[in-house]
């Protein structure tokens, strides 16, 4: 008997009472330091990465944008979260020094090691895209504009991102990301009515870009893509040379060629009624001709005076002859025998470093 209470009293069945009681109260404390941690510094939101340099003719620009890793109901929704302008001018500036032109990104892209956190660095791609500035330098110099882009690889490598490539992208290209940022920024892309067409002014070429009403004439004026389910047919032109400040040096040569017939002062003083009253800069007549769009004239002076009048009406009639309307092989042309349908709807306007602008057609 003595051994049977033995055991009654040995009998273990408290034990497994106590392990439980045990673990329970260790599970307890851990989920509840949990939940404090958790409560006092909330989970991260997981987002994803990608730099953007638009390497245009007089400025480059580089863009973060974050979406989140895990996409909203199938749709990524892309988020522009800083902007660096690089100090200085275009990269196709740099013809004589491409070095330079990978140097001058230095500065935006150690902003961009620090704006995004360093775990996504290496899935993080950057891509850049030259616009009109290199398609120029690329006409006047082939190396150099490849000397230029291989700098600019070249510095882009040296960080810990995941290089995409850096070209110059076509001038259809320029047209449809011009319209589809246009229609991103006002939400037109979800549904089917209402996109702006989009007239983007750089600094070396000027795009057209819309939904036409009628068939396109001409192959190199037509591109197709799908974005977000829809189909699109877009009409898109880019003219080379009919950005601002090309278009200037357009205007300046007809001037400078009837102001030198007619003067024979020196400097040779070039009027402009679209520049204000007062307005007095030498210009030297190389940095008017320092480009493709021209052909040189033979001109003696090498200085010009670049006076300002300020009159409308005869700043309207000068800037009408950089456009030549004289032939259309067409049912319609814009200017300089290029095809254009009639415009329909509503533009957004980009002016060069300005944001996107929308306005009416009229
Ligand atoms: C995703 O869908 C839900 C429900 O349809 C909606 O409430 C939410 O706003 C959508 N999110 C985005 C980012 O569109
Ligand atoms: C413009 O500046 C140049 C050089 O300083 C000078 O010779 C010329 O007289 C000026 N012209 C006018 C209209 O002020
Ligand atoms: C430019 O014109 C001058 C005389 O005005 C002439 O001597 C010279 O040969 C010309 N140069 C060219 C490249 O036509
Ligand atoms: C306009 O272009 C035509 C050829 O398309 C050319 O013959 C004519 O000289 C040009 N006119 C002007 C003012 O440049």
Request: charged letters at 20%; glycine letters at 8%.
């Amino acid at each position: 008997m003595d051994e049977q209470e033995e055991v009654k009293v040995k009998n273990p069945w408290h034990r497994p009472v106590l392990i439980f009681l045990t673990v329970f109260i260790i599970l307890g404390i851990v989920i509840m330091v949990s939940i404090s941690v958790v409560q006092n510094k909330p989970l991260p939101k997981k987002y994803k990465y990608g730099i953007v340099l638009d390497a245009g003719s007089s400025h480059t620009s580089v863009f973060i944008y974050e979406w989140p890793a895990e996409k909203e109901n199938n749709t990524g929704m892309v988020r522009q979260i800083h902007t660096c302008n690089v100090k200085g001018k275009g990269i196709s500036s740099y013809n004589a020094n491409p070095d330079g032109a990978g140097k001058s990104l230095q500065e935006c892209m150690v902003e961009a090691k620090q704006k995004i956190p360093a775990y996504r660095h290496s899935e993080t791609p950057v891509y850049l895209g030259a616009t009109a500035g290199m398609r120029l330098l690329k006409m006047e110099d082939e190396t150099a504009s490849e000397k230029v882009l291989a700098s600019v690889e070249h510095s882009l490598k040296t960080y810990p991102f995941s290089y995409q490539g850096a070209r110059i992208i076509s001038g259809q290209e320029e047209g449809a990301f011009g319209w589809i940022t246009v229609n991103y920024l006002n939400q037109n892309l979800n549904k089917p009515t209402g996109t702006l067409g989009a007239l983007d002014l750089g600094g070396a070429s000027t795009q057209i870009t819309f939904i036409p009403q009628q068939e396109i004439e001409s192959g190199d004026n037509s591109i197709d893509f799908r974005l977000y389910g829809n189909d699109y047919h877009l009409y898109t032109h880019s003219f080379l040379c009919y950005g601002k400040d090309q278009a200037l040096k357009l205007s300046l040569s007809k001037k400078l060629v009837s102001a030198h017939a007619a003067s024979k002062t020196d400097p040779i003083e070039v009027r402009d009624p679209c520049f204000h009253p007062g307005y007095n800069f030498t210009r030297t007549v190389q940095s008017i001709f320092d480009t493709p769009c021209m052909k040189a004239v033979n001109i003696s002076s090498g200085i010009i005076s670049h006076v300002g009048f300020g009159d409308w009406s005869q700043c309207q009639q000068s800037i009408r002859k950089v456009f030549n309307t004289s032939r259309c092989a067409y049912s319609k042309c814009s200017f300089n025998e290029v095809f254009q349908p009639s415009v329909y709807g509503k533009f957004g306007v980009s002016l060069d470093k300005f944001e996107w602008l929308v306005a009416n057609q009229n």
